[in-house]
């Protein structure tokens, strides 16, 4: 079955990971994957465009279906293969619920994580403010203690919609990697830090850890002090 999905994908791109952790989870290892180089513009290639015109990656197709978005790739997966796997979508109405609002509330908090590791690629040198850069962080400060608190609230040993672990970890979990990846503090933000450690280690997960920061083992401390 996975024979015909094809994703084309780069190295420590979030949206790529999503995709990447969803196919794991429903057992739909044996896809034909391509690891492109952003540094070298092969998402710009005609072989990407040729899937996805926005230039972007992931590009995943299945058969003849497109689905380039990470979160729409997902949800197909998730639907096509519901009981294949680790079912990603819970059952209970309230961990539903829960399960939609993390994930679109992830979007934000990616977001909020880009402006600031990534201010300098963003934003042309000439149009770049200190005072910018200082808002963002700040920004980024409110959004860790917003998801410090969610998890908080769950206890222990929880998973962003409740007991399972579910498509809302599976995009999320993402962007709480790259935070550490690029030097959060476990010791100021410690429910995160759990969370972390409770799922850096899951099989799907550790299967598609970005192969760059496999090779380089060390990140960086631009978030050191957030
Ligand atoms: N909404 C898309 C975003 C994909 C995206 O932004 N991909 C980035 C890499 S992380 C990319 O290809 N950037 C290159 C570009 O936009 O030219 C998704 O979630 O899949």
């Known amino acids: ?106 979007l934000v908090f990616y977001e909020k994580l880009n402006a600031v590791i990534y201010y300098k690629w963003f934003v042309p040198e000439e149009e770049r403010h200190d005072s910018a850069l200082t808002r963002n962080k700040e920004a980024l400060a409110t959004e860790l203690k917003l998801w410090e608190g969610y998890l908080k609230k769950l206890g222990s040993g929880s998973y962003l919609a409740g007991k399972s672990f579910s498509l809302a970890d599976v995009t999320v979990f993402p962007t709480v990697a790259y935070l550490f990846r690029f030097g959060l503090s476990a010791e100021r933000y410690p429910v995160l830090g759990e969370y972390y450690a409770l799922l850096k280690d899951r099989p799907s997960i550790k299967a598609s850890w970005p192969p760059h920061w496999l090779e380089n083992t060390k990140g960086q401390d631009t978030l050191k002090e957030i």
């Open 1 to 106: 079955m996975a024979k015909d999905m094809t994703l084309l994908w780069g190295s420590g791109s979030a949206p790529c990971w999503r995709v990447m952790i969803a196919l794991e989870e429903k057992n739909l290892q044996g896809y034909n994957h391509k690891l492109l180089s952003f540094d070298k513009k092969e998402h710009k290639s005609q072989e990407v465009l040729d899937i996805n015109p926005r230039g972007q990656l992931p590009s995943f197709k299945h058969g003849d279906n497109i689905v380039n978005d990470s979160y729409a790739a997902c949800f197909y997966l998730e639907s096509q293969f519901k009981s294949q796997g680790n079912a990603l979508i819970p059952d209970s109405p309230a961990e539903q619920a829960l399960m939609y609002q993390r994930m679109f509330e992830g």
